[in-house]
């Protein structure tokens, strides 16, 4: 059974930090590699974070040097350690499967429930 159960968001002001996890199921970890979505209101989800298998990562220019992403497979938990957050950080986070030699697309067909990260004063 195939599941993306996301957590960690909250309310918080500018400059604050936040510790977003990602539990998958293990056929879900046997992917390329993993990412982390985000989507505001009127707006389109867009990869925020991807981690390979090996442990390479890559970031959005928006969110590169404030965000972390890693991983621990040994518990299919994905995280995203987010610091000096920014009203424009403001979004419902994913996690889905990436292949990021194919492009910044879900590898799966279903979401998870997201968390809600909000950034304000």
């Known amino acids: 059974q195939e599941q993306l159960v996301e957590s960690g968001g909250g309310s918080v002001q500018p400059g604050g930090s936040l510790r977003l996890s990602c539990v998958a199921s293990?056929?879900?970890?046997?992917?390329?590699?993993m990412g982390w979505f985000r989507q505001a209101p009127g707006k389109q989800r867009e990869l925020v974070a991807v981690?390979?298998?090996?442990?390479?990562?890559n970031y959005h220019d928006s969110v590169n040097g404030r965000f972390t992403i890693s991983r621990d497979s040994a518990k299919n938990t994905v995280y995203l350690q987010m610091e000096r957050l920014k009203p424009e950080d403001t979004a419902v986070y994913y996690c889905n499967a990436v292949d990021i030699t194919v492009g910044p697309f879900p590898a799966l067909d279903y979401w998870g429930q997201g968390t809600q990260v909000t950034v304000s004063s």
């Open positions: 293990g056929s879900i970890f046997s992917m390329n590699g």
């Open positions: 981690i390979t298998s090996g442990g390479n990562t």
